[in-house]
């Protein structure tokens, strides 16, 4: 299977008023295509910077990072918003649409910034709004729904321009408990048809629906651990172990 993203050696120091701190101290990380891995771990760990590393959104200290055969940490700025649009999905914990777009124009920007027609930008949109059981919201704004219901436009839109990548911070972590259940069986859907999810997570539930946990502390990797079979109950209980 090939690798769809990898890191080596990545790490992150920020500084301020004459402090640094180191949050990433050497992360090493390899993603193949179609599986879903979910990264653990303690406030301050390092997940989120990590994550944010991985999609472009802050640069490293130090290591490399590969987005299929392509090493893509010192790409400028320009390059890695390109690189974003067309090959990684980053969805947020609190959503990101923009408030002045109905959901239909926040689903269909991303593909009409990389180049898509109106066409096929509408054509994409529908299709995933109609499979994320939202579709009847096209034309409202974002403050007109409810928290899962903006979720899952901000899965279609993460979606829309097909990335080989989906990045998840924290996406279930600002959602009621049904809520919370159905976008996590929409991410079970999407990797079932193949597609490649890292998700960060606080939350042993959400982490079960991996293939494989990776639970990072002090800024590096503490542990992996491959789910296998067990039942949900089983693998939420081996995890909480861990975690403790």
């Known amino acids: 299977m090939e690798t769809a993203l990898q890191a080596k050696g990545l790490a992150k120091t920020y500084s301020g008023d004459g402090i640094e701190v180191l949050a990433l101290r050497g992360i090493d990380l390899d993603v193949a295509d ?7 771990g303690p406030s301050g760990c390092g997940k989120s910077t990590l994550l944010h590393l991985l999609g ?17 940490e010192s790409l400028s700025e320009t390059a890695w918003a390109v690189a ?10 609190f959503f990101n649409l923009v408030a002045n777009l109905t959901v239909a124009e ?7 910034l990389v180049g898509a ?4 930008a509408r054509s994409r949109r529908a299709e995933l709004l109609e499979r994320l059981g939202v579709e009847a919201r096209a034309d409202a704004l974002p403050s007109r729904l409810s928290g899962g219901q903006q979720q899952r436009v901000a899965l279609a839109r ?8 989906l990045l998840a911070d924290e996406p279930t972590g600002n959602l009621d408990s049904d809520s919370a259940r159905a976008v996590l069986g ?12 890292v998700l960060v997570t606080h939350d042993a539930r959400v982490a079960a629906a991996a293939d494989r946990v990776v639970r990072l502390r002090d800024g590096l990797v503490a542990d992996e651990t491959r789910l296998g079979e067990e039942r949900p109950e089983q693998v939420v ?8």
């Open 34 to 40: 179609g599986e879903f891995v979910a990264v653990m």
């Open 56 to 72: 472009g959104l802050d640069r490293p200290t130090a290591g490399t990072i590969r987005l299929g055969d392509r090493q893509v």
């Open 84 to 93: 974003r649009r067309q090959e990684v999905g980053f969805v947020f914990q």
């Open 106 to 112: 926040n689903v269909e920007l991303p593909a009409l």
């Open 117 to 120: 027609s109106r066409s096929e």
């Open 158 to 165: 993460a979606l829309v321009n097909r990335p080989r990548v």
């Open 186 to 197: 929409i991410l079970r859907e999407l990797q079932t048809d193949g597609q490649t999810l």
């Open 237 to 244: 209980a081996q995890l909480l172990q861990l975690e403790a």
